[in-house]
């Protein structure tokens, strides 16, 4: 099965600032079949990314998906006080399909 | 809107069975488009898949559970069901149902229910 390595594991940022997020594949990502979602505490995850760089329905454009084959990153460009939360990243190109272990992203 | 909702009991004693339901709602469970999916999330910690059920039928399990899962449809009543057998205290988790297209490069998760926490405990 595809290992999913997300980095760093808990990223310390203020309201305004960039935060830059990674996943990395232990093999090649079938025609880049990656998503992204984001968990808040309680709730079930939410589909951000998919198709390593296509945005889903109502997800606002400051996160963007990019990357290829082993290596992919989430963006978001100016968080929002509503953006943190833990974000994982999930491949659907091999069964079985896995997750990554997840990113936080705490308040600073 | 779709909506997914799991049910079952919170607490399973070691060595028996976990059997939880998910009933949705606002649409159609018997659609083709979609596959129906169970993922776990042990406490504090990252996402399982477990697997998924055609409303035909037709299942994969991952590998790594596959010997304990059973999943079953009943579309008269639109839910989907997960069987986890000889539980242990490992299992103890939020369990999630969730939505899925049907077609290569849409096996992304674009519902999701809310999760129930199934403590395995005596």
């Known amino acids: 099965e595809i290992v999913l390595t997300q980095s760093p594991g808990t990223l310390s940022l203020s309201p305004g600032e960039r935060a830059t997020l990674s996943c990395r594949a232990s093999?090649?990502?079938?025609?880049?079949?990656l998503a992204w979602y984001q968990q808040k505490p309680g709730q079930a995850p939410r589909l951000l990314i998919y198709?390593?760089?296509i945005r889903a329905a109502d997800i606002p454009d400051r996160f963007s998906g990019s990357g290829s084959r082993t290596d992919f990153t989430l963006t978001i460009s100016r968080l929002e006080p509503e953006d943190f939360a833990v974000f994982y990243c999930?491949?659907?190109?091999?069964?079985?399909?896995?997750f990554g272990q997840g990113t936080k992203v705490e308040i600073q | 809107q779709v909506q997914l909702q799991e049910s079952g009991p919170g607490l399973v004693q070691p060595s028996q069975t976990l059997s939880l339901t998910c009933t949705v709602s606002?649409?159609?469970?018997?659609?083709?488009?979609?596959?129906w999916s169970w993922i776990r999330q042990h406490p504090g910690k990252g996402l399982e898949w477990i697997g998924w059920?055609?409303?035909?039928?037709?299942?994969y399990y991952n590998p790594s559970l596959k010997s304990r899962v059973t999943t079953s449809v009943d579309t008269s009543k639109s839910h989907f069901s997960l069987k986890l057998n000889s539980v242990t205290a490992a299992d103890t988790a939020v369990y999630y149902c969730?939505?899925?297209?049907?077609?290569?490069?849409?096996?992304?998760?674009?519902?999701w229910g809310q999760g129930t926490l199934v403590t395995v405990s005596s």
């Open positions: 059920i055609y409303y035909s039928g037709s299942t």
């Open positions: 969730a939505r899925s297209w049907a077609y290569s490069g849409r096996y992304y998760f674009d519902y």
């Open positions: 093999q090649g990502v079938n025609s880049n079949y």
């Open positions: 999930q491949q659907y190109g091999s069964s079985p399909w896995t």
């Open positions: 606002g649409g159609s469970i018997s659609s083709g488009d979609y596959y």
């Open positions: 198709g390593a760089s």
